[in-house]
T-cell receptor, first 115, second 112 residues
Framework: GAGVSQTPSNKVTEKGKYVELRCDPISGHTALYWYRQSLGQGPEFLIYFQGTGAADDSGLPNDRFFAVRPEGSVSTLKIQRTERGDSAVYLC?????????????FGPGTRLTVL | AQSVTQPDIHITVSEGASLELRCNYSYGATPYLFWYVQSPGQGLQLLLKYFSGDTLVQGIKGFEAEFKRSQSSFNLRKPSVHWSDAAEYFC??????????FGTGTRLKVLA
């Protein structure tokens, strides 16, 4: 079956612009996660959704970052007034149920470059 | 605070040689531990996971890992490396109910 998909695969934008990154989780997965992977680092947790609601957004770096999942499936990560430091690969993952022991399936990521 | 340390940033091995990638974690309770592999342009793929029970865990692609509570380690091993194993490897610990905390990764290079 289809895995987690993310679009676009690459996004180049200018400092100060607004961007949206999309994640399509595995069908039927109720939990969805966003991570950010900076160059030379491991992925860092941003936000977690259970269904439509953001259960934990403690990893979002500041209020320029926002994510939604209005119908409990597709999620969009939104970044306002982008800064060069936002350049990273943004990874989305989903799992069938919540729990640290439940495997998270990762998408290929969106590489964001802010010029 | 929970953390994961992968002390080796880069490792180079010859094809056919054995491999061990180190992972140390800091976590207050019994951890859920994972190894993921990331190839260029690909998402993270789960190699294996440890929740409880047998401390030697078998995974895909011939990998195994051993959980050692006394050493807070979860090292990844493979007896004979193939050129296709060249990739970046991440160790992670499941924190709380859903967060994964990742190490900084180890990039594996395989010499023909």
């Amino acid at each position: 079956g289809a895995g987690v998909s993310q679009t676009p695969s690459n996004k180049v934008t200018e400092k100060g612009k607004y961007v949206e990154l999309r994640c399509d989780p595995i069908s039927g997965h109720t939990a969805l996660y966003w991570y950010r992977q900076s160059l030379g680092q491991g992925p860092e947790f941003l936000i977690y959704f259970q269904g439509t609601g953001a259960a934990d957004d403690s990893g979002l770096p500041n209020d320029r970052f926002f994510a939604v999942r209005p119908e409990g499936s597709v999620s969009t990560l939104k970044i306002q007034r982008t800064e060069r430091g936002d350049s990273a690969v943004y990874l989305c993952a989903s799992s069938g149920t919540v729990g640290a022991g439940n495997e998270q399936f990762f998408g290929p990521g969106t590489r964001l470059t802010v010029l | 605070a929970q953390s994961v340390t992968q002390p080796d940033i880069h490792i180079t091995v010859s094809e056919g040689a054995s491999l061990e990638l180190r992972c140390n974690y800091s976590y207050g309770a019994t951890p859920y531990l994972f190894w993921y592999v990331q190839s260029p342009g690909q998402g993270l793929q789960l190699l294996l996971k440890y929740f409880s029970g047998d401390t030697l865990v078998q995974g895909i692609k011939g990998f195994e890992a051993e959980f050692k509570r006394s050493q807070s380690s979860f090292n990844l091993r493979k007896p004979s490396v193939h050129w296709s194993d060249a990739a970046e490897y991440f160790c992670a610990v499941g924190s709380g109910t859903y967060k994964y905390i990742f190490g900084t990764g180890t990039r594996l290079k395989v010499l023909a």
